[in-house]
């Protein structure tokens, strides 16, 4: 089982900046990728960016230029830096992990959620 560990949502002004973390911990073989969804009210979950292990980083037109995802491979952590928040950013993020269980079948995890609201 993995368990996600999310931080770093909270209130900002438009404009400024907010950094969020997830930390994935427990009993896994390997990570196939990390990534951020949001979910804005009345809304369906969208994908914001995602990196593969290995891979590139990808990104939602919405947020491109803007925002930023890393991973520190050795801490099963990854990182989205939000800059120039806008209104429209406000939503639940989520972190999302995909990863190779112990007994070799490929399982996806889902974080709590953390509020961001941008106030304008």
């Known amino acids: 089982q993995v368990q996600l560990l999310e931080s770093g949502g909270g209130l900002v002004q438009a404009g400024g900046s907010l950094r969020l973390s997830c930390e994935a911990s427990g009993s896994f073989r390997s990570i196939i990728a990390m990534g951020w969804y949001r979910q804005a009210p009345g809304k369906q979950r969208e994908l914001v960016a995602d990196v593969a292990s290995g891979g590139r980083p990808n990104y939602a037109a919405s947020v491109k230029g803007r925002f930023t995802i890393s991973r520190d491979n050795a801490k099963n952590t990854v990182y989205l830096q939000m800059n120039s928040l806008k209104s429209e950013d406000t939503a639940v993020y989520y972190c999302?992990?995909?990863?190779?269980?112990?007994?070799?079948?490929?399982?996806?995890?889902w974080g709590q959620g953390t509020q961001v609201t941008v106030s304008s």
């Open positions: 999302n992990v995909q990863c190779v269980a112990n007994n070799g079948k490929f399982s996806g995890y």
